[in-house]
């Protein structure tokens, strides 16, 4: 596996969870990192905990402007991006048909699906430029097998999102520019908290860590150029997938 020694990356969703996790992941392996979010004392916070420099700036990932202004910061920050990791996603309580209000399912598409889409709109030019890099989305098995427990909006921003993913990667692959789409089963990350039925602690400790996505990421980032993974499916041992 390459080393990641002197590459740059960004992190959406960099606050809490698998985002948090990635970016101390990629630090200690030698990437200059950089995160986001829109609460600016978590990502405080996951700077604050890393022994290894992290910077952030904060950001809305589903406005267009917002994200164009960070990737200028990012540029003049780290300079060219070579790694970019799509992992900011929300979820909902009321998340039937029955009962989901379309504001609610206008911001998750705009944020789960939309936001990867801003953000691979701003990375592909300079990847493009070097004829290399690396970006990983974050979905989720709602994103290939519909279920009752993502919910009508969470599992449509998910699919859209798989489906830019792996379109992009076909166009991109031509550039040396490589996608991923990773697939989590159930995760232990603050998105539990909006269950409509409370997570018990016995199953928060039976299911995936945000440790172990953070490992699939760097495995797959580590990957020489000539190797591309379009998909990853990762769940909890005690999880069904069929």
Not at 33 to 53: H, K, M, N, W, Y
Not at 222 to 232: D, G, K, N, T
Request: glycine share 8%; proline share 5%.
């Amino acid at each position: 596996m390459s080393t990641l020694e002197g590459k740059t990356a960004l992190i959406t969703g960099g606050g809490s969870g698998i985002g948090a996790e990635i970016a101390r992941t990629l630090a200690a392996n030698g990437c200059r990192v950089a995160i986001t979010g829109r609460r600016e004392s978590r990502l405080q916070e996951v700077v604050d905990s890393s022994p290894v420099e992290i910077i952030f700036r904060v950001c809305d990932v589903g406005n267009r402007d917002d994200v164009t202004e960070l990737f200028c910061w990012a540029r003049k920050q780290l300079g060219t991006v070579d790694i970019l990791v799509n992992s900011a996603g929300i979820n909902i309580a009321k998340r039937s048909m029955a009962d989901l209000d379309p504001s609610d399912w206008d911001k998750l598409l705009q944020i789960n699906a939309t936001g990867a889409y801003n953000c691979i709109r701003e990375a592909l030019p300079q990847m493009r430029e070097k004829q290399d890099g690396v970006i990983v989305n974050i979905s989720s098995v709602a994103g290939i097998r519909a279920g009752l427990l993502g919910g009508v909006a969470y599992n449509a921003s998910k699919f859209a999102m798989s489906a830019l993913s792996l379109t992009v990667g076909e166009e991109e692959s031509k550039n040396g520019i490589r996608l991923t789409s990773i697939y989590p089963g159930e995760v232990e990350t603050p998105i539990l908290d909006e269950r409509p039925v409370p997570v018990s602690a016995e199953h928060r400790a039976r299911i995936l860590q945000p440790e172990d996505i953070a490992a699939a990421a760097l495995m797959v980032i580590s990957l020489p150029p000539r190797a591309r993974v379009p998909e990853l499916v990762m769940i909890p041992t005690t999880q069904s997938f069929t």
